[in-house]
């Protein structure tokens, strides 16, 4: 078993930064594939960034030279850099742990971008 805790969402203004966090309980990253999904409002849940354990880095074309997914493996956490936003970022931001068919998902954390 797996627990993410996510943190560093909140309002930002459009062309603002936020960095978020995701804490595991445990060693992980050496075997599992990291990931940040988002979830908006009436829109179904899509990748917005993700980490494979040999640390190839995979984005949305939305997010592209904007956002940058990074591990910190003595702290086990994983980051989510977001620059310049916009806001159709706004949207549910939710950590992911995924090896094989083992998906293990943190609570989620509100990232809302608006003037």
């Known amino acids: 078993q797996v627990q993410l805790v996510e943190s560093g969402g909140g309002l930002v203004q459009p062309g603002g930064s936020l960095r978020l966090s995701c804490a595991a309980s445990r060693s992980i990253f050496s075997t599992y594939r990291m990931g940040w999904y988002r979830q908006a409002p009436g829109k179904q849940r899509e990748l917005v960034a993700a980490?494979?354990?040999?640390?190839?880095?995979t984005y949305a074309d939305s997010v592209k030279g904007r956002f940058t997914i990074s591990e910190d493996n003595a702290k086990n956490t994983v980051n989510l850099q977001m620059n310049s936003l916009k806001p159709e970022d706004t949207a549910v931001y939710y950590c992911n742990a995924n090896l094989l068919s083992l998906n293990y998902w943190g609570q989620g954390t509100q990232v809302t971008v608006s003037s």
């Open positions: 980490i494979t354990s040999g640390g190839i880095t």
